[in-house]
T-cell receptor, first 114, second 117 residues
């Protein structure tokens, strides 16, 4: 899996948008960008994923740069319950021998403050 | 979405004993499951890939004789920590691969906190 780099921590005011960046400059053409989050003492929770187009779901939006070397996860209206460690992962497609296998970096600890 | 369940959520065992952790896919069949370990304030580290009906593939540095993995059915993988020691105390998490559409998704269990005393 390509290596990803994220800032170790970020703060965000409750109700504001949280923008979490991720660099994945060595991503290859057959790899998707995935975002997960882990609330303390729980398993990782899937948030969103994308290949090259921007994606949006009920939880978040994912913006991927045109060269695919970086992406930003956007939580549009952060709440206190969004406080967690957010992981950006790049992973190969279905059919690859290690598809589904995730290599976790250190992630970004997002703290949403009242 | 797909659900992956682990049991138990937490366990305390005596040093030298063995502990079995179960990982179940509740509403889908998973030919491949992954086992991770997470020490306090650290990220998840992949231990092994569990394949239904065949031997698990272990990551470098993970002792296969200590961490026994069995994936006997399409909905169940087990991790047995044999002769547990305090340094094995950790948060163990499994994930299961869901083949759907044009990409595979991996959903994670809620984790099992093992404390060896």
């Amino acid at each position: 899996d390509a290596k990803t780099t994220q800032p170790p921590s970020m703060d965000c005011a409750e109700g504001r948008a949280a923008n979490l960046p991720c660099n994945h400059s060595t991503i290859s053409g057959n790899e998707y960008v995935y975002w997960y989050r882990q609330i303390h003492s729980q398993g990782p929770q899937y948030i969103i994923h994308g290949l090259k187009n921007n994606e949006t779901n009920e939880m978040a939006s994912l913006i991927i740069t045109e060269d695919r070397k970086s992406s930003t996860l956007i939580l549009p209206h952060a709440t206190l319950r969004d406080t967690a460690v957010y992981y950006c992962i790049v992973r190969p497609l279905l059919g690859a021998a290690n598809a589904g296998k995730s290599t976790f970096g250190d992630g970004t600890t997002l703290t949403v403050k009242p | 979405g797909a659900v992956v369940s682990q049991h138990p959520s937490w366990v305390i065992c005596k040093s030298g004993t063995s502990v079995k952790i179960e990982c179940r896919s509740l509403d889908f069949q998973a030919t491949t499951m992954f086992w991770y370990r997470q020490f306090p304030k650290q990220s998840l580290m992949l231990m092994a890939t569990s394949n239904e009906g065949s031997k698990a593939t272990y990551e470098q540095g993970v002792e296969k004789d200590k961490f026994l993995i069995n994936h006997a059915s399409l909905t169940l993988s087990t991790l047995t920590v044999t002769s547990a020691h305090p340094e094995d105390s950790s948060f163990y998490i499994c994930s299961a691969r869901v083949p759907q559409g044009t990409n595979t998704e991996a959903f994670f269990g809620q984790g099992t906190r093992l404390t060896v005393v």
